[in-house]
């Protein structure tokens, strides 16, 4: 089904991504989206410019954060009569907010807007135990001292202990880690395959930072000039000495680490984008979400292997159809696996309805610029770090070449697209 | 800069030479302040401290530094030229009633900083004397920041016809915003701006020069008024401003902002209902 109008990637921003607890230790979620945003209407001249809507949101928020992205729109260089949105599909989250705008200009609800994402691994919000929390609201509601301290005696020892937030299934108990552990041995992932993805995501991301591919996808921020996570000089070896922390195979060195970060998007409408000077990278062609029954025993990150059946069907596309794969690398083991499914006959067969599997893919097109386990992952800032990256590389190869971009994300989620150059 | 200048290794803490400020000066004789510049070069930004800075002052954590952050960098060599035996005037005793300073261009927090002050303009007050401590920030030879805080010297002696403090022109406004100060913001403010001034923290040492609690510090006021504006500023340009009245704290304010037709700001921060002022400034 063709799209009323095109919604173009005009081009991205991101802060330089930090290990948590590093540089942006002192950085709140809003200060960091604010800089992204800052990052990306000085590189396109968009000072005091009014636009039609910036959606973006974190993972992990304050309660005091609930409407952060239009918080940091005010913060921001663009006027402030910007509209904004919160949008959360946990790591799916910045590639949803750049569905949501791109959707928006197709149906001609917006001519230009961001979609983006930001997390504070570091600024995370720490909560009091559910027992204080409850006396507490208890005796705020209590009407005479009497009953209110009734209430606060209620409060034992044990509730004062503060509560961090956690990745980890609530109707599982599993964390995120631990469910991919039993993913790779279901579908036979080797520590060694892991860690070459893991050195080649580092040999990627260092390359592309060599040769100046980043030097209009990324500004500075905090005295920060490049991925803090990035070790240009790792190798198969080097990974293969770490212990296994999640099941027998997977390691710090091929698991992302806890980022933090921003990311934004500007996309338009191609004509807008032309009339206003703007460059046009790739069009936003289509979009896919889907999820898994994790609770029920599905691999918990591997519905975006569902999404994408979806998507190539109705745009009557094949899987080999690409010039460029940017699968975001939660694990190393999520992406082998993944890859495994889409050459699986029988998950191909069973899982998706296929006749035939979805086949292999050139593996020398798949994150060719580093990926997540390089990069570091600041939850919802990935999805917008991967479709800038995206839409600039198959800008470069030329009109009509088309580009997969897959996240996946907690709760058994999965959010994918397909974008082509213009 | 012909006068003389001594050149200190680094930025001294205001801390200890406040105590010793705080100790009136025996110097009987008529009214001197020192002459010379004090500079520190090489000055590098402390990442950490202007990150508490800024969420003191409500300022968004950027790589551009408030201009305000500039002048509390500077606020250590304003006690130390007022604390010697140059000066028969010290700075615990005076009251900032104006202060004026010109953002040349943005300034980078990783940039390394030559830091001045020296005193100027001592001039005769119906009620003592006003002097202007005249700050300077330099990145390689190229004048970034300048800034000028006037004091009022209680007591101090200058010959000559006294003169007024220029006070930026004022009307009752509704305010756009309230704010609600904690009582314990002079604490806050004092942990980053190093300004260890008791009349700022303590209710006895507010009551002996008058107060009834403590008041909170001028240049905070200042700086949460600025960082209200942040993001509708440029990259260059002055902003005066009069401290019209000490603020009690805790207390609630009232503050507004409007664009002016030449491009700049008109800027306050007032009581609640918005009747009198405690700050006002002009941006342009």
């Not at chain 1, 060599?210 to 005295?223: A, E, I, K």
């Not at chain 1, 984008?273 to 790739?282: I, K, R, S, V």
């Not at chain 1, 097109?365 to 990256?389: E, K």
């Not at chain 2, 100790?23 to 508490?52: E, F």
Request: aromatic residues 4%; glycine residues 10%.
């Amino acid at each position: 089904m063709p799209l009323p109008r095109s919604a173009v990637v005009v081009g991205g921003n991101r802060t330089p991504f930090a290990k948590a607890g590093g540089a942006y230790a002192a950085a709140s979620n809003l200060d960091l989206l604010t800089a992204a945003l800052d990052g990306l209407v000085a590189r396109f001249g968009l000072a005091g410019r009014e636009l039609d809507e910036v959606a973006a949101g974190a993972v992990l928020k304050h309660t005091r954060d609930f409407n952060l992205t239009r918080e940091a729109v005010l913060s921001s260089a663009l006027a402030p009569t910007t509209p904004a949105v919160d949008l959360q599909q946990a790591c799916g989250t910045g590639l949803e907010a750049v569905v949501y705008i791109a959707n928006k200009i197709a149906l001609g609800q917006a001519e230009v807007g961001i979609g983006g994402g930001v997390d504070s691994a570091s600024d995370a919000p720490i909560a009091v135990s559910e027992g204080l929390r409850r006396a507490l609201l208890a005796a705020n509601r209590a009407k005479t001292l009497p009953r209110r301290l009734q209430a606060l005696a209620g409060i034992r020892p044990s509730h004062l202990a503060p509560v961090a937030p956690q990745v980890v299934e609530p109707r599982t108990g599993l964390s995120m880690g631990e469910h991919q552990a039993r993913t790779g041995a279901a579908w036979g992932i080797s520590r060694a395959a892991q860690d070459e993805l893991a050195a080649v995501s580092h040999h990627n991301l260092a390359a592309a930072w060599s040769s100046g591919f980043f030097d209009d996808l990324v500004t500075p921020y905090l005295g920060v000039a490049r991925d803090t996570i990035l070790r240009p000089d790792t190798s198969v070896e080097k990974l293969a000495a770490l212990k296994p922390v999640f099941g027998d195979t997977m390691t710090a060195g091929n698991s992302t680490a806890l980022t933090d970060g921003a990311a934004a998007v500007l996309l338009a409408e191609q004509g807008w984008a032309e009339a206003n000077g703007l460059p046009a990278l790739a069009r936003v062609v289509d979009a896919q979400v889907a999820a898994v029954d994790h609770p029920g025993g599905d691999d918990l990150l591997l519905a975006p292997a569902h999404a994408v059946a979806r998507l190539l069907a109705r745009q009557g596309m094949a899987l080999g159809d690409f010039e460029l794969y940017e699968l975001h690398e939660a694990f190393a083991s999520t992406v082998l696996a993944t890859l495994k499914a889409w050459e699986s006959a029988e998950f191909c067969s069973t899982r998706l309805g296929l006749s035939t599997p979805l086949g292999p893919i050139d593996t020398d097109r798949l994150n060719i610029t580093g990926s997540s386990l390089a990069t570091g992952h600041p939850f919802a800032a990935t999805g917008a770090r991967i479709v800038a990256t995206a839409a600039k590389l198959l800008h470069e190869r030329g009109g009509g070449a088309r580009g997969l971009v897959s996240v996946c994300a907690a709760g058994g989620q999965g959010v994918v697209a397909i974008l082509e150059a213009v | 800069m012909d006068a003389e200048v001594e050149l200190l290794p680094a930025l001294p803490p205001p801390g200890p030479l406040l105590a010793k400020a705080l100790v009136p000066s025996l110097d009987r004789g008529p009214t001197r302040v020192p002459t010379r510049t004090v500079l520190v070069t090489g000055v590098a930004q402390d990442r950490a401290r202007l990150a508490d800075y800024d969420r003191v002052c409500g300022f968004a954590l950027r790589d551009r530094v408030p201009p305000t952050w500039l002048h509390v960098l500077t606020f250590g060599l304003h006690v130390h030229l007022l604390s010697g035996a140059g000066s028969t005037i010290r700075l615990a005793g005076a009251v900032h009633v104006t202060n004026r300073m010109r953002l040349h261009r943005p300034v980078d927090a990783g940039e390394i900083l030559d830091v001045s002050v020296r005193v100027e303009n001592l001039r005769p007050h119906k009620r003592g004397a006003l002097l202007d401590m005249v700050g300077e920030v330099r990145v390689a030879d190229e004048l970034v920041w300048d800034g000028v805080s006037t004091y009022l010297a209680a007591g101090a002696k200058v010959p000559g016809t006294p003169e007024a403090v220029p006070r930026e022109e004022f009307v009752p406004t509704p305010p756009i915003a309230i704010w609600r100060l904690p009582g314990n913001l002079g604490r806050d403010y004092r942990r980053v701006s190093e300004d260890p001034n008791p009349i700022h923290t303590s209710r006895i040492a507010a009551r002996a020069v008058g107060f009834a609690r403590p008041i909170a510090h001028g240049m905070w006021t200042h700086a949460r008024l600025l960082a209200a504006l942040d993001s509708r500023l440029p990259g260059a340009y002055v902003v005066e401003a009069s401290f019209a009245r000490p603020l009690l704290l805790p207390a609630t304010v009232g503050a507004w902002w409007r664009p002016e037709p030449d491009g700049g700001w008109r800027a306050a921060v007032t009581t609640a209902d918005g009747a009198k002022p405690y700050l006002v400034t002009r941006v342009s």
